[in-house]
């Protein structure tokens, strides 16, 4: 019954009706907060950022170890950090700062679809605040580390820390300052970046980059524009959205096909594409390549909210 529910609800939100679709899915979560593709389809029908990733961190906390969901909320996050430092920063501590599920949330989104997740870490009838509470004596009674063993972890998490710092400043430092440059409007809007070696001597591979719901092309190409030089591949990156931020499969096919064949035609490129794609992004490419095989080399699905089986030949 849970998946006649949850094809019902994927039915609304590929329709356009987003309230009723988010209405069922919800409905859906009470239920079974480990339902997975039903809490990325709820993902889908949020248009901010911001949303997405409070929703996605009370999904993680009613299955703390799913690493797709982990991936899934990373990915946000780095998405809202290129668009806004300081949201990110404010999210980041959210997550860092708070072990149970924030009270606070947007005016926008609902407080009781949030109930089932408190039950879920805590048991039915208890509050996360008393579930918490009785591990304290457990932990009161462990041994206390001594001095040296908290500067050794001090330590090595110091230069964990910096070690990061210094790849993510690699990074930046590495993507040019206006991505905007690289932004072409015809026939379709997409961004390409072509590595400095390039040369017309030889094919290069093609990147295709698909965004997901409510994003553009230079979401992918903010993600993958620093390793187009290290790699050699000419990356491109489509926006296939449209005005309500979402697509249907034959016009996001059109708007890739238009994007690629320009492309092909002022650069030297192999006869297949690389293609990836993120969140409704992922399950565009899957039906691409399975409607056009000829044309891809190889596939990349991230935070999928389905993931569908090769259709028989």
Request: aromatic share 14%.
């Amino acid at each position: 019954m849970a998946d006649v529910h949850l094809q019902s609800a994927i039915e609304l939100v590929r329709g356009g009706k987003i309230e009723e679709g988010r209405g069922l899915l919800e409905f859906i979560l009470k239920a079974d907060p480990t339902n997975i593709p039903a809490w990325f389809w709820y993902v889908e029908t949020w248009p901010t950022t911001s949303q997405r990733i409070q929703v996605l961190e009370a999904c993680l906390r009613c299955n703390p170890n799913n690493a797709q969901v982990k991936q899934s909320l990373v990915d946000l996050i780095f998405r809202q950090k290129n668009k806004s430092t300081h949201q990110i920063n404010t999210t980041s501590e959210q997550i860092v700062a708070k072990p149970e599920f924030a009270t606070a949330r947007s005016d926008d989104m609902s407080q009781e679809v949030f109930a089932f997740e408190r039950e879920s870490v805590a048991g039915p009838g208890k509050s996360t605040e008393s579930f918490r509470s009785g591990s304290i004596p457990e932990q009161r009674q462990k041994p206390k580390q001594s001095s040296k063993s908290m500067w050794l972890v001090f330590g090595s998490v110091t230069l964990f820390l910096v070690f990061c710092v210094a790849l993510e400043i690699m990074a930046y430092t590495s993507m040019p300052k206006d991505p905007g440059q690289y932004r072409h409007a015809q026939p379709v809007e997409y961004y390409l970046y072509v590595p400095k070696n390039y040369s017309p001597d030889r094919d290069w591979p093609l990147f295709v980059g698909i965004h997901g719901s409510g994003g553009s092309g230079l979401d992918c190409w903010n993600w993958w524009q620093t390793y187009a030089d290290r790699e050699g591949f000419i990356l491109l990156c489509p926006s296939i959205a449209d005005a309500g931020g979402g697509w249907y499969q034959s016009d996001g096919e059109t708007k890739t096909f238009s994007a690629v064949n320009q492309v092909r035609a002022n650069y030297r490129v192999m006869s297949r594409e690389f293609i990836v794609g993120f969140s409704a992004g992922a399950q565009f490419v899957q039906g691409f390549s399975f409607k056009y095989p000829q044309y891809v080399s190889g596939v990349s699905i991230l935070s999928s909210g389905n993931y569908y089986e090769l259709p028989p030949k």
